[in-house]
Each structure stands twice: as structure tokens, then as C-alpha cells.
């Protein structure tokens, strides 16, 4: 479900909730907004959390109902990003915050404008200040820790009960987690497990021994010779030749997850085989209206694992990935931030499928000199490209041109025969 469906059902509900809260304005007072995201983060349900703007709430005489929010009443999300990374949270840890701008249909279907701070759930609760923060005559207190129960947020000047105090404290510390849980919190430090891949040993986390990983040989290479994804995985190196092997991971006997690993540059670089997607999914995937890419959601297990091998300062094998961002692959930090590059590739596709056309004009590269995976659907070097330009255009980075990421025609064309 995107966040549109999302909302659209939470509004549904005609009340407020464990994490959604509606506010028909943007907060007039700054410590107000501090402490709603605060108890939003710090929800005893652990979702993500939704204040949704531009919504009346059920205290309201309309009830609730979609208002919209007035052009000159918005905020911009690089401002609330700063709000909030300019308060000093206890260790360090804030709650990630997004906002996003949605359009809502009002009773008479018409579409409004609803912001969405969303806040995405997270292990490092409980979230609260060292320093208090006060604007006007209200005050968000240094060491209270608030939360929210229902459809009520602890009162500002109030501290949450110790049993929901407590909640918060072991969901930090994964008292509660299930073994697969508990196995994701683990893979968040690669400085505690032990071992070396190199002479055939198994990783074991250094305080539960019973989490273990191993790699484990395939003998029939054949079967990857000719997939185009590892070929171009392989081919950013200096040397591009490469092996697959399984990485399996266990609980005592048990065995937890198990993937497909890359031994790339002659054996001197090590990650897992990345997952794929396809925008837009569950639509007409004709040509040029979708994007098929390659990723890692460093939320997952399969994404830790790949910042375990290769990416983390603390990386557990031989040498380290160090491709700019976007190249053979992307990274997302989690599912919000996924979904996120999915929205801005859908509204950006089409022009950028203009431009990469009008690149491999300006090159000079037809589909008789330039090979098929430059013009092909589904996966293939051409999407890889322009996820590549999409990615960058979205995390604001990178200075190349999308024709500056092609090839030359020069290199492409078959040397002269004498």
C-alpha cells in the first residue's frame, strides 16, 4: 500500500490513532510540532508514524474532514530536517522524519494538498531531550520521555508511565525481538562478529555464538555465466571476472536466510547478489513507461548483509565497495526511502527516457552499432543508466551528464581490419 492508500483509509477511520494524528493547520508554536514528532516516534505500536496536515480531527465541529493545506501555510522538509537536527536528542538519536505532499480528495472530490510528516518506525526509542526546548509559554522538558497512547500524546508537561517508559527501553534493546528480529539488530555491528571468510571459517557473533555465517562453494558456475546483472556487477571492476557462491546464515541448526554471493575482481571484493524492482509494478510495463533496476534496502537482511561484507567502515572481507552511489546498483536506507525513489522516478521517467533517446543521438550510437542491452526492456544496461541518472537526480549528487555515462562510439566500434 502507498502512502496515498495509506492515508486515504487512516481518514476512513473518521478518528485519530496509535500513530496518525490529524492537524487541520501546520503548528503555530515550534515546541508543539517538536513534541507531537516526538510522541509520534516514540508510538507503543511500532509502526511508522503519520501527522497528516491539512485534515480536521475529530475534536473539530466538521469532524474528520480533508481541508487542505493553504499554499502559504506550507513548510518545506530541508527546514523541519534542520528544526529538528538542530535539538539536542539524548545520545545523538533523533527520529527520522520525511514530508511528503499528497493529494487527498475532499468531500465534494476535489483534490487538496495534505502534508505528511511521516516517521518512520525505529529501534532506538525512547526518543527525548537532553536540553529543553521552549517557544513561548510552552515547553518541551529535557528528560521527559513522551509517547502516545491511542489517540492522546503525553501531556507536555508530563512524563509517559513507567510501563510504556519500559516498552520503549526494550525495544531499544531487542528484548523482545523474535530470532530473526534479533538477527537484523545484530547485523547493525560488524565490529562484533568474528571470524574470516578468507580461510574458510564462519562469522559468529561475538557475545551469541549461536548466530552463524558461512560460504558455501558452488560447484556449477555455468548456470551465471550468462546473467547480464552479475556481468555488469563484475564489469565495474578491474578485473571482471567472477564467482557465485551462497551465503547462509543460522541459529544453531537452524538455518535463518541464505543468498547468492559475488566474489568480484578476482576474489579481492565480496557482496551479496542484489534484488530487483520494476516501476511502475502491476502496470503496463510498455516501452519506455517502466524502469527496471537493481538495489540493496539497507533495512533488510539481505542490505546489512552487503554493508557487513563490503560497505561498513568495520566491512568483514577483503576489500571495500567504493563505486559511487548508483552505479551498478542502488542503496535505499529503508522501505520509505524506496518508496520515495519510486515516486520520483514515475514523475520523472518519461523525461528522462526523452533524454537518454536524444543522448545516444548526440553519441551517435544506433542499435546496429551499440549493443542490444543499450535498448533493451526489462533489465539491461539502458535502464541501468537511467536508474542510475534517476538516483543521482534524487539524492541531489553527482555532476554527469546522463550522455556522460554512455559509452563513447569510439570505444563500442569493432577496431579497423587490415
Known amino acids: 500500500m502507498d502512502l496515498v492508500d495509506t492515508i486515504k483509509s487512516l481518514i476512513e477511520l473518521k478518528t485519530e490513532g496509535d500513530y496518525w494524528d490529524f492537524k487541520e493547520k501546520w503548528h503555530s508554536n515550534k515546541a508543539d510540532l517538536l513534541h507531537d514528532i516526538i510522541c509520534m516516534a516514540n508510538n507503543q505500536v511500532g509502526k511508522d508514524a503519520y501527522i497528516i496536515i491539512g485534515v480536521s480531527d475529530s475534536k473539530s465541529p466538521d469532524g474528520v474532514k480533508v481541508k487542505g493545506v493553504p499554499e502559504e501555510n506550507r513548510r518545506d522538509q530541508q527546514k523541519l530536517i534542520s528544526f529538528l537536527r538542530g535539538k539536542k536528542f539524548a545520545g545523538g538519536l533523533r527520529p527520522t522524519i520525511y514530508l511528503e505532499t499528497i493529494k487527498i480528495p475532499d468531500e465534494k472530490e476535489v483534490d487538496q494538498k495534505v502534508d505528511v510528516i511521516v516517521i518512520p518506525n525505529s529501534s532506538k526509542t525512547p526518543f527525548f531531550l537532553l536540553e529543553k526546548e521552549r ?84 560447484e556449477d558456475q555455468k548456470r551465471f555465466s550468462d546473467n547480464l546483472i552479475m556481468k555488469n556487477i563484475a564489469e565495474n571492476q578491474f578485473d571482471p571476472s567472477y564467482t557465485v557462491s551462497e551465503a547462509v546464515i543460522s ?31 502491476g502496470r503496463s510495463l510498455t516501452r519506455g513507461a517502466s524502469l527496471t533496476y537493481v538495489y540493496f534496502n539497507t533495512e533488510t537482511i539481505l542490505g546489512k548483509l552487503f554493508l557487513c561484507l563490503s560497505y561498513s567502515d ?42 537518454y533517446e ?61
Not at 571495500?320 to 518508496?339: E, I, M, Q, S, Y
Not at 554527469?400 to 579497423?416: C, F, T, V
Request: with cysteine; proline share 5%; glycine share 6%.
Open 135 to 218: 517557544d513561548r509559554d510552552r515547553e518541551v522538558r529535557a528528560g521527559y520521555i513522551y509517547t502516545r497512547i491511542g489517540d492522546t500524546n503525553t501531556p507536555i508537561d508530563s512524563i509517559a508511565d513507567l510501563d510504556k517508559i519500559e516498552y520503549l527501553w526494550r525495544k531499544r534493546f531487542g528484548i523482545d525481538l523474535s530470532i530473526t528480529e534479533k538477527l537484523s539488530r545484530l547485523l547493525d555491528h560488524p565490529e562484533d562478529w568474528l571470524g574470516d571468510f578468507n580461510n574458510g571459517q564462519a562469522m559468529y557473533h561475538k557475545l551469541f555464538p549461536e548466530f552463524q555465517i558461512r560460504i558455501r562453494d558452488i
Open 251 to 281: 541459529y544453531h541448526s537452524t538455518v535463518l536466510f541464505r543468498c547468492k554471493v559475488l566474489y568480484l575482481d578476482g576474489a579481492r571484493l565480496l557482496i551479496p547478489f542484489p534484488q530487483s524492482d520494476t516501476v511502475p509494478s
Open 314 to 355: 568495520n566491512h568483514w572481507y577483503g576489500e571495500r565497495w567504493n563505486k559511487l552511489p548508483g552505479v551498478a546498483f542502488l542503496v535505499f536506507h529503508n522501505d520509505t526511502d524506496k518508496k520515495r525513489f519510486d515516486k520520483f522516478v514515475l514523475e520523472n521517467l518519461r523525461s528522462t527516457q526523452q533524454e
Open 358 to 418: 536524444k543522448a545516444l543521438k548526440e553519441k551517435g550510437l544506433t542499435q546496429g552499432l551499440c549493443p542490444d542491452e543499450y535498448f533493451a526492456d526489462g533489465w539491461s544496461k539502458a535502464n541501468e543508466i537511467k536508474a542510475w541518472h534517476l538516483y543521482e537526480q534524487y539524492r541531489g549528487i553527482g555532476e554527469l551528464s546522463l550522455a556522460d555515462k554512455l559509452p563513447e562510439k569510439s570505444w563500442l566500434q569493432e577496431p579497423p581490419i587490415h
